[in-house]
């Protein structure tokens, strides 16, 4: 047996949807406008992710609303997006690129979801990711905080969806809540879970000036990058073990290197998004991970993605 492949094959399927490499940006990451979508088209990303977008155009939260700090980064956007008009325009044109494209879809009120749907079936992408997780809007909870809201609302999403959907969860901290979650998604009959989002209403200090580094809502904002790696792998292998063999897992969270990747796949995530590393890197960072992925996978003989997934050892 060679354990020591030569072509590792990258691309993963989800939902019945080819994806060249495992490796995307996750929502939010330099996908807003159509200059961010069209450079992701153009890198090596596996697919292209829209911004989740609203009924409106809208401007977002007040900067300084992102900040990066050693081991992570906060954010308060407060959901800047072109509104789905606009990305429904969009998004023929970004065919091109023959890769798959994922809406990304949010709201105020669940009206806001619906009518989002409804309009961009007509453009045709490969599948939609219903964002039940945005923590900076203020006022509103996570939705996918509250089960029955969560439910009600895809429920009525699923029955007008043309393409598969997903849904993209924020963090859960007790084994309780996966269980409870992923029975609802089964319920529902979601094609792919997202996870994580960032990790809510964190904050982050400047001792020295004595203030908080974002403006909105107090200083409060979601956390992302390295640090919450550990709640990200534990939330995909959580619900990979729940529900693994019928709902596929892309897992998002803490990725900054070939083997952050590595670590999301033997967890169970079928592909893997990129959020505060795309930000702080640029497009660029889907060829560096591509090859440590690849380096990764060779050392330990694996020769595709599908081969690795969800290989975790317990002791
Ligand atoms: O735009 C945002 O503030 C935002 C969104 Br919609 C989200 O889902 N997650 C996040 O960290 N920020």
Sequence with gaps: ????????????????????????NASGARCVTQQDLHRLGESHAGAIVTKSMTPQERSGNPEPRYVSFPGGSINSMGLPNLGYHAYTELIPDLRVYNKPIVASIAGLKPSDFLEAVTAVNDAKPDLMEINLSCPNIPGKPQIGYDLHASEDLLLKIRDRAIPPIGVKLPPYFDPVHHEAMADMLTRVGVAFISAINSVGNGLVLDAETETVVIKPKGGF?????RIIKPVALANVRAFYKLVGEHIQIIGTGGVETGQDVFEHLLCGASAVQLGTVLVNEHVEAFE???RELMDWLRKKGYSSVAECRGKLKEL
């Design 1 to 24: 047996m060679d354990n020591f492949p030569n072509s590792i094959d990258l691309s993963t399927t989800i939902a019945g949807v080819y994806f060249p490499t495992c490796l995307m």
């Design 221 to 225: 904002g979601g956390i992302g990058g």
């Design 288 to 290: 560096r991970l591509e």
